[in-house]
């Protein structure tokens, strides 16, 4: 179920935000799912499957092509290594959520700009900055610009999701004994 709801909710945030939500700045709203990793390690094969289904979707209707299927591995890779660090620090919160923050920015820009210069973009939107020759700066571009993306919706979104969802039956209804 934690798949489907993070594939559906990746795919609206794409429809409704865009280039926001894919490309080199990205808020993708389902992040903030990342929080379920807090109550269960049965959240982290959810998320990447959710991920999974999301991007492979996401690079059909984009037209990606094959190298779409770097976001399918690369951006599953980040987060589930996210997911599995929110399971792993679940027992301080703010701090667990920095691992989908930092998984996102240190892995999700070391391929973004093959995959956006293979799709025909060769600049950043709203910059001057040309992807042409220049990955080392795309990287720290994308860094930067994912890593706040990321913090900005678990931060402002996640965190107070899993407020509420500590409110209700939910977490007793998730809570297991596994470890990862």
């Known amino acids: 179920m934690i798949a489907a709801v993070y594939a559906a909710l990746t795919l609206v945030t794409i429809l409704f935000l865009g280039s926001l939500a894919w490309g080199p700045i990205q808020f993708r709203v389902s992040e903030a799912l990342c929080v379920l ?38 951006g599953s890779l980040a987060t589930g290594v996210g997911a599995y660090l929110t399971w792993k620090l679940r027992k301080t919160p703010a701090l667990a959520v920095l691992g989908p923050v930092l998984a996102n920015a240190l892995i999700v820009p070391a391929y973004l700009p093959l995959l956006l210069q293979g799709m025909g973009f060769y600049t950043i939107p709203f910059t001057d900055i040309a992807l042409d020759g220049s990955y080392p700066y795309m990287y720290l571009f994308g860094l930067v610009t994912t890593g706040l993306g990321e913090a900005v919706v678990l931060y402002v979104l996640g965190l107070p999701l899993a407020q509420a969802l500590k409110k209700t039956p939910l977490p007793a209804s998730l809570a297991d004994s596994q470890s990862l």
């Open 37 to 74: 990793a807090l109550f269960t390690s049965e959240a982290v094969p959810g998320l990447v499957l959710g991920c999974v289904i999301a991007n492979l979707a996401n690079m059909a209707l984009s037209g990606a092509g094959a190298l779409g299927l770097l976001d399918v591995v690369f």
